[in-house]
């Protein structure tokens, strides 16, 4: 198993930045690929971007590509997401989460493991 824990979100106004943490404990995240996933109330989960854990190769959500940055720390266990020029839609709760499928996929019902989620909410 593996643990994911968030950190990093908050409040920010349009057009500003914020870096996200997910720090995984119990196993290397070599074994997963990370996901980053977000959900506004009265909407319904969606995928914002993920690594693919065989080739490291990034994947995102066509809204956010541009916009949006993912990497993977490997010597601290840790995966980040970079949100940049931040809009009010972008307001949601977002949720790291590990699945360790062989082939890569951006469907929440993949994913085995989910964080506890970290609120990002910007103003307008």
């Known amino acids: 198993q593996v643990q994911l824990v968030e950190s990093g979100g908050g409040l920010v106004q349009t057009g500003g930045s914020l870096r996200l943490s997910c720090a995984a404990s119990?196993?290397?995240?070599?074994?997963?690929?990370m996901g980053w996933f977000r959900q506004a109330p009265g909407k319904e989960r969606e995928f914002v971007a993920g690594?693919?854990?065989?080739?490291?190769?990034?994947y995102y959500a066509n809204s956010m590509k541009g916009r949006f940055s993912i990497s993977k720390e490997s010597a601290t266990n840790t995966v980040y997401l970079q949100l940049n020029n931040l809009e009010p839609d972008d307001t949601a709760v977002y949720y790291c989460?590990?699945?360790?499928?062989?082939?890569?996929?951006?469907?929440?019902?993949?994913?085995?493991?989910w964080g506890q989620g970290t609120q990002v909410t910007v103003s307008s």
């Open positions: 119990g196993r290397t995240l070599e074994s997963y690929s």
């Open positions: 690594i693919y854990k065989r080739t490291g190769a990034p």
């Open positions: 989460a590990a699945d360790g499928g062989a082939m890569f996929s951006d469907t929440a019902s993949r994913y085995e493991y």
